[in-house]
């Protein structure tokens, strides 16, 4: 059993497609054990792309991850990290296979509709970047 942190982005939001991606989610077979809409801050996002704090794009994924709502979601089950990966498609959605939420709904590598943590430190990381463990109702 795995977890992993996925985010409805933006862009997704904004065209309404919170219930067609955890649609994909739940028909996969993956769990979504905790789930809550944040307008995130500036500085919140900035933390949570730290990574990326010296690449080109930073300041421009700062500023569209900041510019509406996103919907943060803990996904559980076997081999979750992969899996969500999966459905999500390459980062750019010119290169995602066919029938993942990228190639169907993205618009561009920067308004790409879904995050997905990309490894078990990541991930790790990442819920609790955003998630109390008591926020956590896994196993139902
Ligand atoms: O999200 P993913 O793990 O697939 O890609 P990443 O390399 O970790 O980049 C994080 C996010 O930065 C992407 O999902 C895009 O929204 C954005 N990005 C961008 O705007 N331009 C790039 N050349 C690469 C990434
Ligand atoms: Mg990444």
């Keep these: 059993m795995e977890r992993t942190l996925a985010i409805i982005k933006p862009d997704g939001t904004a065209a309404r497609l919170i219930g067609e991606v955890i649609r994909r989610i739940e028909d996969e077979g993956l769990v979504i054990v905790a789930m809550r809409m944040e307008l995130l801050s500036e500085r919140k996002a900035e933390g949570f792309y730290f990574v990326h704090r010296h690449k080109p ?5 700062v500023k569209f991850m900041t510019s509406g709502p ?13 899996r969500w990966r999966t459905l999500m498609g390459a980062t750019d959605p010119r290169k995602a296979d066919a029938g993942t939420i990228r190639r169907d709904l993205a618009t561009d590598i920067e308004r790409n509709v879904v995050h997905g943590s990309d490894g078990p430190d990541t991930a790790v990381y990442e819920i609790n970047y955003f998630f109390k463990g008591d926020e956590l109702c896994s196993g139902y």
């Excluded at 794009?57 to 994924?61: D, E, K, R, T, V």
């Excluded at 803990?74 to 990290?81: F, P, Q, T, W």
Aim: charged content about 10%.
């Design 70 to 82: 996103v919907v943060l979601m803990v996904l559980e089950g076997d081999n979750a990290i992969s």
């Design 57 to 61: 794009f930073f300041h421009s994924l």
